[in-house]
């Protein structure tokens, strides 16, 4: 049976989940995603010496989705509560989302 691996990363805390199913992962990943985006609340820093990194800069969790075949994608949690998919491991490339469509559903579609 396939595993597929969860692994969310917050201000250097990392936990991981596996599940036997790529719905299973993605349902996991979703709800996750919406408890972040809920509770993202960063501030923006610097300024002054150094530049300023405003909240939508910013990544407060990032959710990595890892199966088989190398397959690697995820999701990122921004300090404003938006989000965005990507794939890739090495080299990320981020996933278009379409117009009001959650960054887990764009993942979804694009890993098929």
Do not use: C, Y
């Amino acid at each position: 049976m396939a595993t597929w691996k969860v692994t969310e990363r917050i201000r250097g805390k990392v936990n991981r989940n596996s599940f036997g199913s790529l719905d299973d992962a993605l349902g996991d990943l979703a709800l996750r995603v919406e408890e972040h985006a809920r509770r993202a609340d960063a501030q923006p820093e610097g300024g002054g010496i150094m530049r300023r990194i405003d909240p939508v800069q910013q990544v407060v969790a990032r959710l990595e989705l890892a199966g088989p075949g190398r397959v690697r994608a995820g999701v990122d949690v921004r300090g404003d509560g938006s989000s965005e998919a990507w794939t890739g491991r090495f080299r990320r490339e981020l996933v278009e989302q379409r117009d009001g469509e959650p960054a887990v559903d764009a993942l979804r579609r694009a890993l098929g």
